[in-house]
């Protein structure tokens, strides 16, 4: 693969990220499902991932690490590595533990949402800043409906993987 | 081992874990200012904020004019009705206004007031967060807007405080979020307590009142002001701002104490316009 081909193939993945970015931050923001925002940046981040492998995952993860830095406040700079650690984690689970399909990509959504949400209960619980409980009944449902977006996610970017060039060259 | 770690994205997580240090230290470095890549994806994304907002407002405004006709109708009429009580309230209050003029004119006082300079912004984004209740507008630092500058709407009621600033961009916690803790004064009483965002409260759009004074018996409806927090001799906010109402006192886990549920009085799902407060002076 050329390094345009290279190119082109990432451009075509972040534009695809694009619509996936509109509905967390623009729509589903304003217009909750029952009350709850669903995540759908690091949906994004997995799917890829599943779909690319280790280092290609690990790259997009970065780059939505850093888009999700910047649309959610509170712990500066640590999305970026979490989003990181999950595109690499992902990339390798998918390859060599699991399928790279939509159940290795649903599996792996439910690990890193699970992470997520245990990162923020963690610091929470240090500072005291909330009971476990709530927190608990909050993860457990902003979980539940980000996993009904996994298919739609995934489907994107699965119809992205299809029509560019699968070597990916660092 | 090069392959390896190539093909295998170390090195991406490396480059990951230098952005998060240098993240981290330019945010904890310089509190409130917004670190080069969020201040970087803010700029980049402040026109698309800005149109998606026009089209989504323009979206709405069809679907309440399709749907909502009665709903809007009945809401109108009922306003209608409360400003018609408050021009009478108004009418019977200038009276004891201009006596009160009158007796601090015989005593030498000066006129009690606050000088509020303000800059107008648009509400532009509402967050993505569950854990958080944010807001981004459409001015920043570019505007003179600080971390810690206060938000009120077009009504002068709290929507919150600036946490973020970017170079056209900031984003404030409202006054429902688990960040947010400033002193308060009931306003029928003029006693002081403390209001504060809480978390299982967050999700219903509510926040609680601390540190109710001793044998104090709130009402439901009692309205709650800024108190104006005191910080080195300086005033943090402006005081009188309105807040919200007294909706329930409760006990808290503990049964040791008692809190009040307050609802904000401003409406945090539909505002559009703000103004940000970036000096006052309070003459007393």
């Given amino acids: ?170 | 081992m090069k392959d390896f770690f190539k093909d295998n994205g170390i090195i991406i997580l490396v480059i990951a874990l230098l952005l998060t240090l240098i993240t981290a230290v330019v945010s904890f470095t310089f509190g409130g200012i917004a670190n080069p890549f969020a201040n970087l994806a803010g700029v980049v994304a402040t026109p698309f904020r800005n149109g998606i907002h026009s089209v989504v407002t323009w979206a709405e405004g069809l679907y309440s004019d399709a749907f909502r006709r009665e709903e809007v109708e009945a809401e109108l009429e009922r306003y209608k009705q409360r400003v018609a009580e408050l021009e009478e309230q108004a009418r019977s209050g200038e009276a004891a206004s201009r006596e009160n003029e009158r007796l601090r004119d015989l005593l030498g006082f000066q006129q009690k007031h606050t000088e509020l300079q303000t800059e107008p912004a648009t509400v532009t984004a509402h967050g993505s967060s569950n854990w958080s209740s944010t807001l981004t507008v459409s001015k920043g630092s570019r505007a003179g807007v600080e971390p810690g500058d206060c938000v009120i709407d077009q009504y002068g009621n709290l929507v919150g405080i600036i946490w973020e600033v970017g170079l056209n961009w900031s984003t404030l916690i409202t006054v429902v979020d688990v960040d947010l803790e400033m002193g308060a004064m009931i306003a029928r009483t003029d006693e002081a307590a403390i209001i504060e965002g809480d978390f299982s409260l967050m999700g219903q759009g509510k926040l609680k009142l601390t540190y109710l004074p001793q044998g104090e018996q709130l009402l439901a409806g009692d309205e709650i002001l800024t108190s104006g927090l005191v910080s080195g001799g300086t005033a943090t906010y402006p005081s009188g701002i309105l807040v919200g109402h007294v909706e329930q006192v409760r006990t808290d886990a503990g049964g040791m104490n008692d809190y009040a549920v307050l609802s904000p009085a401003t409406d945090l799902a539909s505002l559009e316009q703000v103004f940000i407060i970036k000096e006052f002076e309070v003459v007393e």
Wanted: hydrophobic share 60%; proline share 6%; with cysteine.
């Fill in chain 1, 1 to 170: 693969m050329t390094t345009k081909d290279f190119a082109i193939k990432w451009l075509v993945y972040a534009l695809a990220l694009l619509p996936v970015w509109f509905l967390q931050s623009f729509v589903l923001s304003r217009f909750p499902l029952f009350g709850v925002k669903p995540m759908l940046l690091p949906l994004a981040a997995v799917a890829v991932a599943t779909l690319e492998g280790a280092a290609g995952g690990a790259g997009f993860g970065l780059a939505v690490g850093l888009l999700f830095d910047a649309a959610v406040p509170g712990f500066p700079g640590v999305w970026i590595l979490v989003l990181t650690g999950i595109g690499l984690g992902t990339g390798l689970l998918a390859r060599y533990v699991l399928r790279q399909d939509l159940v290795g990509c649903f599996l792996c959504s439910v690990m890193a949402l699970a992470i997520i949400d245990l990162l923020r209960i963690l610091v929470r619980l240090l500072t005291g800043a909330a009971p476990l409980e709530a927190m608990l009944s909050l993860a457990g449902r902003e979980s539940i409906w980000s996993l009904c977006f996994v298919p739609p996610v995934y489907l994107i970017f699965r119809w992205v993987f299809n029509r560019v060039p699968k070597a990916t060259v660092l």
